[in-house]
């Protein structure tokens, strides 16, 4: 049973750039979240989706970021006109319900 | 929001020695757990807890839900080189959302053969 994937593993993006971070949960999850990791820092909660709807976006910034998790295929997190401060890893979780989430490997995102 | 105290930042130990690091919270949590992550990898959960009081061993890992349930502590036996790695505590906080996960920012161990 394959685990959480993500892609792509590393991102570069210049200023002003989009950025696409793809996330496919393990098979039978329904339940999808990301999280946000700064240098040093532990993860910060952005987003919880379940498939075709967004629950609770209360860590997402309000402009330029948005998630979505369509009834086919993987979820995406999408950050438009990327800026420095957007630098860090990505990592999505997912369950089969809202109990214990787990982990993929994460996207590592460098703006220049 | 709310702020997890994970120590210490960092441990450099020798192999075969144990390790013990915790996690406390001004606010009670409902849930502790405790992840590691390997470099360029995402977290792993090594252990979850939830009720007061509760101590969970995982092989050479131990972990307690502290009786306040405002602290959590993850102890180690006899190291290995392969237990490198950054340690976070998270946890879920009373009357916060169950799926809102709280992260320390987590201690890295480093032990020398």
């Known amino acids: 049973n394959a685990g959480v994937m993500q892609n792509p593993r590393h991102l570069v993006r210049r200023r002003g750039q989009e950025a696409r971070l793809r996330c496919s949960p393990m098979?039978?999850?329904?339940?999808v979240y990301w999280y946000r990791q700064l240098p040093e820092e532990g993860l910060k909660f952005m987003v919880y989706?379940?498939?075709?709807?967004?629950?609770?976006e209360s860590g997402m910034p309000k402009e330029r970021f948005s998630a979505e998790f369509p009834k086919e295929g993987p979820s995406i997190l999408r950050i438009q006109q990327v800026v420095r401060g957007d630098s860090a890893a990505y990592f999505c979780?997912?369950?089969?319900?809202?109990?214990?989430?787990?982990f993929g490997p994460g996207t590592r995102l460098l703006v220049l | 929001g709310q702020q997890l105290n994970q120590s210490p930042q960092s441990m450099f130990i020798q192999e075969g020695e144990d390790v013990s690091m915790n996690c406390t919270s001004s606010?009670?949590?409902?849930?502790w757990l405790w992840y590691k992550q390997d470099p360029g990898e995402g977290p792993v959960l090594l252990i979850a807890?939830?009720?007061?009081?509760e101590l969970t061993s995982n092989g050479r890992l131990t972990a307690q839900f502290g009786i306040t349930r405002k602290d959590s502590f993850l102890n180690i036996s006899a190291s290995i080189p392969s237990d490198v790695g950054i340690y976070f505590c998270?946890?879920?906080?009373?009357?916060?959302?169950?799926?809102?996960?709280?992260f320390g920012k987590g201690t890295l161990l480093t032990v020398n053969p």
């Open positions: 979780a997912s369950s089969p319900k809202e109990e214990t989430q787990y």
């Open positions: 098979k039978g999850h329904s339940h």
């Open positions: 989706l379940q498939k075709e709807n967004i629950i609770d």
């Open positions: 606010s009670i949590f409902n849930t």
């Open positions: 807890l939830y009720k007061a009081g």
């Open positions: 998270a946890g879920q906080p009373l009357g916060g959302s169950n799926y809102k996960l709280t």
